[in-house]
C-alpha cells in the first residue's frame, strides 16, 4: 500500500519556472524524503525533512512540512530541461529508517 | 564499488519458472531494501535487512518470494514459479543513515 499521496500526477513548465509538487500522507511520520527517478533509472535521493523541522533547502531544492496538515511540497527553483523526471515523496513511519513508503509518484516536465 | 549494483539489468522468464536477482549494496552499508515497482506506479516495499538479519518481509506477495543475505552484504530476491503478475522492476537499495542509494533494478518480465 501507498501513503504517500503526490499532486499534481503530471507538470509541464517551460525552463527556468519553478516547479512545485505536493505530497499527502496519512499516518505520523518520523522522516519524509523525495526521489527523483530519471526513465528506467533508480531512483536518486534528493532531500531529507525530520518530523520536527519545518522547511529545508538544498541548492535549487526547497522542501517544507506540515505535520498537522499530513503534508509536504517540494519546489524546484529556476528548472532546468535536466529536471525532466518523476519526483517521488517517501514517508518513514518506524523511526528506526526501515522502512520507506512511497507515493505514486509526479512525472515532472520541463520544456526548453 | 561505487554504487549499488543489480543484475541481471533485464531478465525474460516464462510463466513457471525461478528466478534469482541479485544486488550488490555499497560497501558498509548496514541496511539493505528490496521494492517492487511496476510500470507507472512508485516503489512497493517487499523486504529490509540490516546486515545479515531479515527483520521485516511483510512486504513480499507471496510465499513464491524469498530474499536472503547470508554473509550481510550481497543479497538475491528469488522468485519461484513465476507469474504474469510478478513482471516489474525490483529494486534494491542501501543506507547507513536513513537516506537510501538505489540501484538501477532488475526488470522481469513474465511470459
Known amino acids: 500500500s501507498q501513503q504517500g499521496e503526490e499532486d499534481p500526477q503530471a507538470l509541464s513548465i517551460q525552463e527556468g519556472e519553478n516547479a512545485t509538487m505536493n505530497c499527502s500522507y496519512k499516518?505520523?511520520?518520523?522522516?519524509l524524503q523525495w526521489y527523483r527517478q530519471n526513465s528506467g533509472r533508480g531512483l536518486v535521493h534528493l532531500i531529507l525533512?525530520?518530523?520536527?523541522?519545518r522547511e529545508k533547502h538544498s541548492g535549487r531544492l526547497r522542501v517544507t512540512l506540515d505535520t498537522s496538515k499530513k503534508s509536504s511540497s517540494l519546489l524546484i527553483t529556476a528548472s532546468r530541461a535536466a529536471d525532466t523526471a518523476s519526483y517521488f515523496c517517501?514517508?518513514?513511519?518506524?523511526?528506526?529508517?526501515?522502512?520507506?513508503?512511497f507515493g505514486k509518484g509526479i512525472t515532472l516536465s520541463v520544456r526548453p | 564499488g561505487a554504487g549499488v549494483s543489480q543484475s541481471p539489468r533485464y531478465k525474460v522468464a516464462k510463466r513457471g519458472q525461478d528466478v534469482a536477482l541479485r544486488c550488490d549494496p555499497i560497501?558498509?552499508?548496514?541496511?539493505l531494501f528490496w521494492y517492487q515497482q511496476a510500470l507507472g506506479q512508485g516503489p512497493e516495499f517487499l523486504t529490509y535487512?540490516?546486515?545479515?538479519?531479515?527483520?521485516?518481509k511483510s512486504g513480499l506477495p507471496s510465499d513464491r518470494f524469498f530474499a536472503e543475505r547470508p554473509e550481510g552484504s550481497v543479497s538475491t530476491l528469488k522468485i519461484q514459479r513465476t507469474q504474469q503478475e510478478d513482471s516489474a522492476v525490483y529494486l534494491c537499495?542501501?543506507?547507513?543513515?536513513?537516506?537510501?542509494?538505489f540501484g538501477e533494478g532488475s526488470r522481469l518480465t513474465v511470459l
Open positions: 525533512i525530520r518530523s520536527n523541522e
Open positions: 499516518t505520523s511520520i518520523n522522516n
Open positions: 517517501a514517508t518513514d513511519s518506524t523511526g528506526a529508517n526501515s522502512k520507506l513508503t
Open positions: 537499495a542501501s543506507s547507513l543513515y536513513g537516506e537510501l542509494f
Open positions: 560497501s558498509g552499508h548496514v541496511s
Open positions: 535487512f540490516q546486515n545479515e538479519a531479515q527483520l521485516d
